[in-house]
């Protein structure tokens, strides 16, 4: 699993960041970095609610 | 214990219902799903229609959610354009503007909430309010038009995203807020300074304290007449004085309506009949409080909880922190929590003079909410102290 982050949409609202904190972090200078592109299957499901939930839909999982 | 639906309908088909949708699907109930909504559009999402599409940057079709193809991959059947007018819960049948009846099993009510309008105007051209994607347009080519001055009623978060995308386009603003400051009522005065600052600073003409006695024109708008009795002229006018939830449908339903639909801490309304978004009232137990959210993420969040409650009587409590933007000029503007006007509230980071800050709110040793201008990150860190109830004293001594 690699996270995909639409940077164009991106409007760092850092609700993925309060949902998984150890693979999204908004900075001081307002932008979104990935922590960590490629978390394990453990992480999965929290992946998938910063999928959902996220207010700009800017965030995908590829599968490769 | 409830039976588990053989299949579910949801009416409504903005946020809250189109995420019920997609919620059942997700956890893989296979039964069938009917989505009825009252615009003729497939589910959009609104954020953008105060911002992107009315700025002219986005065309509608950016704002779509979803189309009637990928509805239909889904297994969702989508009735679109088809107002819900009855409900009978002992027949289990709704009955649709046509005249139609629908027979249900389960049931998601998202009917949402529709704009509050000023009495005797609706004759006049050139009034707006801005809600639906249709409501959207039609202010979007009265702003192309070119007009000399826009006229903004209140100034919550539409109004003051209204104002900010017009003065965007260089146009002339004018905004008539009753309160004395801006958002007064939700952040209190001392943060609804900040806020009318913030149109100052962006050549808005804010006027504060005064309200609208009545808008004047001759088949279109031609002046605003204010409760002091200054006039202004205005060929635009855009009203954006709160919503009204949609629950007329539901009269004699034997659903509980008390400015919202009243669901338990699960959003559960009856056997086998939930609600969600905009037009539900719950009992938020993580704030011991009733509440009626109209927020983008709640609606999101509760459509989906309000499905999988059709699914498991064991779910649980819908108990989230309420959490919002807004962007207006170059500012995103958050508010997480439950804050009241009278809250104590102390800016932790930034400056409010730069415009670049996070203050929390605080009640009965408790931290209630935090506030950020420019401030995604801490939003989301304070929100987090909120979810875990947190004192006001720790959330202060916080760092991060």
């Known amino acids: 699993m690699r996270i995909v982050v639409d940077f164009d949409l991106c409007e760092s609202n850092a609700v993925c960041m309060q949902i998984a904190p150890d693979i999204f972090e908004v900075r001081d200078d307002d932008f979104l970095y990935i922590l960590n592109e490629t978390p394990g299957e453990a992480d999965r499901s929290r992946v998938e609610e910063c999928v959902q939930r996220c207010p700009k839909q800017a965030i995908s999982i590829a599968e490769d | 214990m409830t039976s588990i639906p053989r299949a579910v309908t949801i009416v409504g088909a903005s946020l809250a219902g189109f995420n019920a949708a997609e919620a059942l699907r997700r956890d893989g109930f296979e039964g069938p799903v009917t989505l009825i909504g009252a615009e003729d559009h497939p589910p959009y999402d609104r954020p953008p229609l105060s911002k992107q599409v009315l700025a002219g940057d986005w065309e509608p079709d950016r704002a779509a959610l979803t189309d009637t193809e990928e509805l239909a991959d889904d297994g969702i059947e989508a009735r679109f354009g088809l107002r819900a007018t009855g409900l009978d819960l002992n027949a289990r049948e709704l009955t649709l503007h046509t005249g139609e009846t629908v027979a249900f099993d389960g049931l998601v009510i998202a009917t949402g909430a529709r704009c509050r309008t000023m ?83 962006h050549g808005v003409d804010l006027r504060t304290g005064v309200g609208v006695d009545r808008i004047e024109g001759d088949h279109r708008v031609e002046r605003v007449v204010l409760s002091d009795g200054a006039t ?69 969040a509760q459509g989906a909880h309000a499905a999988r409650r059709l699914l498991d009587d064991e779910i649980g409590p819908f108990a989230p922190v309420p959490w919002f933007w807004s962007d207006q000029y170059d500012r995103k503007i958050q508010l997480a929590g439950r804050v009241r006007p009278d809250d104590e509230v102390r800016v932790v980071n930034g400056s409010v003079e730069e415009r670049r800050f996070a203050a929390i709110y605080g009640r009965g040793g408790r931290i209630t909410g935090v506030l950020g201008f420019n401030r995604p990150r801490h939003v989301m860190r304070y929100r987090a102290l909120i979810e875990q109830g947190a004192s006001f004293d720790e959330a202060l001594a916080a760092e991060f």
């Open chain 2, 232 to 300: 202004v002229d205005a060929d635009v006018v855009v009203v954006g004085i709160g919503v009204i939830p949609n629950t007329e449908w539901l009269e004699g339903s034997g659903v509980e309506i008390d400015d919202g639909v009243i669901c338990d801490a699960s959003c559960l309304v009856a056997d086998r009949v939930t609600a969600a978004g905009d037009v539900a009232r719950w009992p938020n137990q993580l704030f011991g409080e009733t509440m009626r959210v109209e927020h983008w993420d709640n609606a999101a």
């Open chain 2, 119 to 201: 009495p005797g105007t609706d004759e006049l051209s050139g009034l707006h309010v801005l809600r639906s994607l249709d409501d959207c347009l039609a202010l979007r080519a009265d702003l192309e038009a070119g007009p000399q001055r826009v006229v903004v009623v209140g100034a919550g978060f539409i109004g003051a995203e209204v104002a900010a995308t017009a003065r965007g386009r260089g146009l002339e603003v004018t905004v008539v807020e009753a309160l004395p400051t801006p958002l007064g009522r939700v952040l209190g005065d001392e943060m609804g300074s900040v806020c009318a600052e913030v149109h100052r600073d």
